[in-house]
Nanobody, 118 residues
Framework: QVQLVESGGGLVQAGGSLRLSCAASGSILSINVMGWYRQASGKQRELVATISSDGSTYHADSVKGRFAISRDNAKNTVGLQMNSLKPEDTAVYYC????????????WGQGTQVTVSS
C-alpha cells in the first residue's frame, strides 16, 4: 500500500509561482512512476507531468516550459514547480503513483487546490 499527501496549493496571481510537494509513504519501493494530474471544475482529469524511477520526465504541452516535475528519493517526495502561472492552471492538483507492472496509476493523494487569479 502507498499513501500520498500533497501540499503547497494556494492562491496566486497570474504570472506568479507555486511549488507543490507530494510525500509518499508505505510500500514506496514498489513505485515505478509518479505523476501529477489536475482537474478543473467541470472538466476531465488531465495529466500534467510524470517522473519515472530512472529520472525520465514527461510534461504536458500545456505546461511545458513553465512547470517542472522533480523527485527527492532521500525524502520520498515528488515536487511540481509551477512558474508563469495562468488562470487556466486553476484546478485541484493530485499526486499519483504507479507500481511496477501496473497499467495505470493506482494510488492517489487527496488533492490540493491551486487558484490563479487574473
Amino acid at each position: 500500500q502507498v499513501q500520498l499527501v500533497e501540499s503547497g496549493g494556494g492562491l496566486v496571481q497570474a504570472g506568479g509561482s507555486l511549488r507543490l510537494s507530494c510525500a509518499a509513504s508505505g510500500s514506496i519501493l514498489s513505485i515505478n512512476v509518479m505523476g501529477w494530474y489536475r482537474q478543473a471544475s467541470g472538466k476531465q482529469r488531465e495529466l500534467v507531468a510524470t517522473i519515472s524511477s530512472d529520472g525520465s520526465t514527461y510534461h504536458a504541452d500545456s505546461v511545458k516550459g513553465r512547470f517542472a516535475i522533480s523527485r527527492d528519493n532521500a525524502k520520498n517526495t515528488v515536487g511540481l514547480q509551477m512558474n508563469s502561472l495562468k488562470p487556466e492552471d486553476t484546478a485541484v492538483y493530485y499526486c499519483a503513483a504507479r507500481r511496477f507492472g501496473s497499467l495505470g496509476f493506482g494510488f492517489w493523494g487527496q488533492g490540493t487546490q491551486v487558484t490563479v487569479s487574473s
